[in-house]
């Protein structure tokens, strides 16, 4: 069974950094998509970055192009967010997101989620 569970949020400065962290377990085969999502309060979930495992490239959404990096340990079955030049729009609930499938492009759907981790952005 597939699981997915995000940690390292917290709550950062404008302009700061933060990395995000999503384990991941249970997978049948290698091949598959890891996402990323948030949701603020009030509005709609956001897809923010999908990264395809068949060959190791990833789509990012334009409000958060060049600030955010997707990487991952294969040894520890572990996929990050490292978020850079963080804006108050950003604050949000982070989602890791999975599924035996190739994307093209963020947002979607996707069988297997996260809780979610906090992220607070202010002074």
């Known amino acids: 069974e597939v699981q997915l569970a995000e940690s390292g949020g917290g709550m950062v400065q404008p302009g700061g950094s933060l990395r995000l962290s999503c384990a991941a377990s249970?997978?049948?085969?290698?091949?598959?998509?890891i996402a990323w999502f948030r949701q603020a309060p009030g509005k709609e979930r956001e897809g923010i970055s999908c990264?395809?495992?068949?060959?190791?490239?990833?789509y990012y959404a334009d409000s958060v192009k060049g600030r955010f990096t997707v990487s991952s340990d294969n040894a520890k079955n572990t996929w990050y967010l490292q978020m850079n030049s963080l804006k108050p729009e950003d604050a949000a609930v982070y989602y890791c997101?999975?599924?035996?499938?190739?994307?093209?492009?963020?947002?979607?759907?996707?069988?297997?989620w996260g809780r979610g981790t906090q992220v607070t952005v202010s002074s």
């Open positions: 249970g997978f049948s085969f290698d091949e598959y998509v």
């Open positions: 990264s395809n495992t068949i060959d190791g490239i990833t």
């Open positions: 997101a999975a599924d035996y499938e190739y994307c093209t492009k963020v947002g979607g759907w996707y069988d297997y």
